[in-house]
Every structure is written in C-alpha cells, then in structure tokens.
C-alpha cells in the first residue's frame, strides 16, 4: 500500500497523526481516527487534515505567543527607544553645531518641542488628526505660534507617522515574541514613546550639566577591553554571582502606569471620597486639582517611570527640589515642559543675576505636607492594586507644625487693616492703568470691592470671586451673599454653603449701587474682569495675581503665610473676643462643628443673628467716603485673553 502523509493504519481502521513544534520548541502531537477503513476515503480526510493543521499550527503559533509584554520586554523596548531617541538628539545637536552659532537654542527648543508632544502622546493617546493644526492648538497650546509651526511641518512631512509608530509596535512585539493584539500593539507604542521622552528629558540635563553625560546611562554601560592573557591566567577565579530574585509579572496598566495616570485613575476610582475612613474627605475641583499636582511633581522629579517602582531615596530626591522650587514655580506655563531640577537650576541663575530674591526659594511645609499626604495615600492605593511596591515611612517627610490651627495664618490687626485701605485703589488712583498710584481716580471693580468683603464677612477667596448677580439678594431689608455651589462655583464643603449678610459698612460704601449697576449694564457676575477666556484659571486665582501680589508689595506688615485667608482669622478672632457665639461664627465663616451639640442639633443661626455678627466687626474703612458706582469701561470688563508665553 503506498504511504499516505500523515497517516496510519492500526488493524483496519486508518489514523491522522502529525507532531508540530511553536516557538518554545516543545513538540506536541496531535492523533485523530479518520473512522474508516476505506484507503481512498483515508487518503482524501489525511490530506484535508494536513493542510488545515498548518493553517491551525500558524493560528496557535500566534496564540501560543504571551498574552501581554512581560516587565522584562518593555524595558527592552524602552532601552531601544531610548537609545534611538538619543542618538537622534546627538545627530541633530552637531548639525546645528556645524551651521548656527546658537545651536544651545536651537536644541532646547527642538527637545522642548519632543518632551510636550512625547508626554502628550503618553498620557493621552495618538489620535486620529495627529499633526493637524486643530490638533495641535488644542493640545499643545503652551508651545510658542513658532514651536507649533514647527510641529505642523514636522508631522506635514511625515503624514504617515501615525502608521509607522504603529509599524513599529508590531516589529517590537515580534522581536520579543509577543501576540500582535490590539492592546499589545498600543502598550508597545506607548513604552516607545515613554523611552524617547526619557531620552529628551534626559537629553535636556545634560544640556544643563554635561558631566552626566555617561554617568546617566546606566541602560548602556560601555563593556571594558579583554584583559590581557597574563592577567586573565593569573585572575583568581571568580566568585558565583548571586542570581537577582525575579521581579513579579505586573498585568498592564499597572505595569507601566506612571504618577500622573496612577492619580487619575485614583480619582476615577474613587469619585466621591478621598482620605482615610476617619477623615472622610470630599473631593473638590481645588482637592482633585491638588492630588494631580502632587503626582505630577512625583513624575518631574522622579521621571515617566512607573509609580510602583519609587523607593524611599526617590521621595527624599523629591524633598530636595521641593527645597530648591521657587514658590512660583508652574504660575508661568514654560514650566509645564522642565523638569524639576531644570526648574530648580533657572531659579537658582535667577538668584545669581539678581532677578530673583532667594527668600521666594523653597516650598512651605504646609504645602510639602499637603503633597506628601496625598502622595502617600496614592502609594498605599497602588500598592493594594500590585505586588512588590516599597515601603516607605512617609512621616520622615511630614514637618510637624506645634503652633494652634487658629495661629497659623496669623490674623489681621484693626491698624493693618486701616493701612491696606489707604492704598489709592480706594481713595484714589493716578489713572485706570495706574491704580496702586496716588491720584484722585476710583472705579469699583473687584479691585475695590473684594478685600472690603474679605474684612467685613470672612468669606473665602474665591467664595467672593466666583460670585453671580444671582447670588445676591435682600430679605426683610438684610441685603445678603449666597455662598453656593450652583451657577459654576465651587465651595470647600457642605457647611461653606451659606447665607452670609452685607454688613453696614459695606452697604454705606455702595455695594448694592455697585450690584443694581451691574444690572442694567447686563452683567451676570458681580466681578466680569476675574474671567477668563479659556476659563482655566479660577476668578480666585485671577484676583490673586492680578491684585493681591501687587497690593501686598505696597504692605509693609505682610508676613509669610499671610494672604487673603488670613482676613478669616480676624473675622473669628474678632467676634470671639466680642463673645459671639461659636455656633454664629462658625455658620458666618462656613466651619464645620466639632462634636454632636455644636455640629448635628443646633440650626443654622437666623439671618438677622448673623447681621448682628457682621457689624461688630471692626471697621476699618469709616474714613473712605461714599461715593456714586463707578463701573469700569465695557471693554474692560470682557473675559481675559490667554497669552502665550514665549520659550527663553
């Protein structure tokens, strides 16, 4: 009988059998009866069977590949994009050595450009209109009108870079031996364009400090030459090396979730409630905003790396920036794209030009101990998510304050307070563009009107800022604020939203003029100017740089700590020594009561109680007189145009 591939007779029945080997090399065989006994009917199945198994033998082949990208195969295709992306800096960096006399320029903008369109792509994806201009005015709006011209050309010359970064996943994933999976293939281009972020941060500190030029490349030592024969021969022989434990196989996300998206995931997770069961904490607009902060800082100072990976010596690195940060750091957008040691050195060239004072050098432990905080809780959520994350004693971060909550912002005196209202903003300006400059010229504006609400309620920054024409009524003669959070505003917490009465001193100096006013100019906020036309920048905010910075450097009492917040202590410090109950103070400011008589049974104070409470505050503002509303030009009152900041 001829042989027939693949097939054999035992008695008179006729089997199928095939061994195939996949990629591991271990043989697997595979044994069918074809339940005939007919040699014809045998041949016919045999050769059927034989063509479908190459087809199956490719399919599991496929299939047979790991599910995911092991830790150890990202990090080779991180060492290669990085490698890749270096070698592509230092090509470019010469040329422009060769041809322009200001190649340091041309490169730190070139790498600028790399770092905001790599990060960009890391955290939010490649999108479909890569390289557009619609796409690149609305995510990359911090960059200079030239730095986006220069990434339009870059991406109208290569139309194809999208296809070929996916090209490139795909020839990752099939050096390493990995299935081609829609998520294989996303997770390959995003640890490629992790390893050439690294790459251009770390391009960029060796901009600043060439002697980390090698000493930083611990992914690419440099093997030293053969010893000489004699000295080989005459080597002891060496030790065993001890074999590392293997680290643990981390599924994605988590394997290469960096800070920030670990924090944003933290806060997806967890939608209502951050802190521990004891603390019971709210999100807020300003908490979910400060947690990412925390997280970002971790990652400018700690690298795009994943967050399961810090140690101890990675916070105690971060600890040292937060010493060296100017105190405003990231107000100016060109910040977004530095690294903190980048941010750190400029401040420090600052401090040697005579550009900067070095007192505005180093963070306050309240705002280190906030960061630390939220850091330390975004640690222990990780490390509940993934095996083999550090340990780290946070309390060695964490700056013990001894003085009284009620002392740490210390409150205004009645003296202080006269001295801040004979600024020329209320009793008169040289001009509208000269308001902090004696004259005889007043408008009322938020420039005017918000310190004296500040005095005369306690309320918070952005409490009076964000206010509506709405948010303000009259009730059996007591005109009053309603701190809310409706109408777009943000309160602190439950108790901050409140009924909250003008006191005399502020209807004598014409705040419900100011109000109808506003009215019948068509207004719907009791400050317009405070906006923005991005409307990323809160009215508080707004208030802050464009007011208060200037106003308290015409204050000679202001002391660090000291801002508008403190206005709320010397409401409270004010009242108590007026013996005003606790319960009406804190209803007046917005606190949440401790204990169950003081915060679960007693009512809200009336609104004639708290009128009472307002007007025993000290007026500081009796020598200003009342004068007509004078609104601000309509020009002047539009929303704020966004300025591009412009790269140095």
């Known amino acids: 009988m001829p042989a027939i591939q693949n097939v054999e007779r035992r008695g008179a029945v006729y089997y199928w059998r095939r061994t195939v080997r996949f990629q591991d090399g271990k043989p697997f065989t595979l044994r069918l009866s074809l339940r005939t006994t007919a040699q014809a009917v045998a041949r016919s199945m045999g050769c059927a069977m034989t063509a479908k198994s190459e087809t199956l033998k490719m399919t599991l082949g496929q299939n047979g590949r790991a599910a995911s990208l092991t830790t150890v195969q990202k990090a080779g295709i991180f060492r290669e994009a990085m490698k890749g992306m270096r070698d592509h800096l230092e090509r470019v960096h010469v040329g422009y050595q060769r041809i322009d006399p200001d190649a340091t320029f041309m490169i730190e903008g070139l790498v600028g450009i790399y770092e905001v369109m790599l990060r960009d792509f890391v955290v939010n994806g490649v999108p479909e209109n890569v390289g557009s201009r619609e796409h690149v005015e609305a995510r990359f709006s911090g960059l200079t009108d030239e730095q986006k011209e220069t990434l339009i050309d870059f991406f109208a010359d290569r139309p194809d870079w999208r296809e070929r970064s996916h090209d490139k996943a795909a020839q990752d994933l099939r050096t390493v031996g990995v299935a081609e999976t829609e998520d294989n293939l996303d997770i390959a281009r995003k640890v490629n364009l992790e390893g050439r972020l690294a790459a251009a941060l770390e391009y960029r500190r060796r901009l600043f400090d060439p002697a980390t030029m090698w000493a930083a490349m611990t992914d690419d030592r440099v093997s030293a030459a053969p010893m000489p024969i004699a000295v080989v021969a005459a080597a002891p022989a060496a030790a065993p090396v001890p074999v590392p434990p293997r680290e643990p196989e981390v599924a994605e996300p988590w394997a290469s979730m960096t800070p920030t998206q670990a924090a944003e995931r933290f806060i997806a997770d967890n939608p209502k409630i951050v802190g521990d069961a004891r603390r019971k904490a709210r ?4 908490t979910r905003t400060q ?18 990976l810090v140690v101890r010596e990675d916070v105690v690195r971060l600890n040292e920036h937060f010493s060296r940060l100017p105190v405003s750091h990231h107000k100016s957008r060109r910040h977004d794209a530095m690294s903190l040691e980048e941010i750190c050195r400029e401040a420090e060239e600052e401090i040697k030009a005579g550009t900067r004072d070095a007192k505005t050098i180093g963070l306050q432990s309240t705002s280190t101990n906030r960061h630390f905080l939220f850091l330390k809780e975004l640690m222990a959520w990780v490390g509940k998510q993934v095996d083999g994350v550090g340990t780290i004693d946070w309390s060695d971060f964490l700056y013990e304050d001894d003085r009284d909550a009620r ?14 209202f004979r600024l020329p903003i209320w009793t008169g300006s040289r001009s509208l563009g000269r308001r902090l400059e004696q004259g005889t010229e007043i408008w009322h504006d938020g420039g005017f009107w918000v310190l004296p609400i500040a005095w005369y309620t306690g309320c918070r920054r952005e409490e009076i800022c964000q206010l509506t024409l709405d948010d303000i009524g009259e009730e059996n003669g007591i005109w009053f604020f309603t701190i809310t959070d409706e109408n777009g505003g943000r309160v602190k917490n439950r108790a901050a939203v409140r009924l909250v009465p003008f006191a005399d001193e502020l209807i004598r100096l014409g705040l419900p003029g100011y109000v109808k006013a506003l009215h019948a100019a068509g207004e719907t906020m009791l400050f317009p100017e405070l906006r923005t036309a991005s409307g990323k920048r809160s009215y508080g905010d707004v208030y802050y740089k464009n007011w208060w910075m200037k106003i308290a450097r015409k204050l000679d009492f202001i002391e660090p700590g000291q801002a508008i917040h403190s206005f709320r202590h010397t409401v409270t410090t004010e009242l108590k020594h007026r013996e005003v109950f606790l319960e009406t103070r804190a209803d007046l400011v917005g606190h949440t009561m401790s204990g169950e008589t003081a915060g679960r049974y007693s009512k809200a104070a009336r609104l004639i109680r708290l009128k009472e409470a307002v007007d025993q505050i000290p007026k500081v503002t009796d020598r200003l007189p009342s004068l007509p509303t004078r609104l601000l030009p309509s020009v002047n009152r539009q929303p704020r145009p966004a300025r591009l900041k412009v790269r140095g």
Do not use: M, V
């Open 283 to 286: 999100w807020t607009e300003k």
């Open 291 to 308: 947690f990412l902060s925390a997280a970002r800082l971790l990652e400018k100072s700690y690298g795009a790396r994943p967050i399961r």
């Open 407 to 420: 002392d740490q912002r210390d409150a205004y005196t009645e003296e202080e307070g006269r001295q801040l």
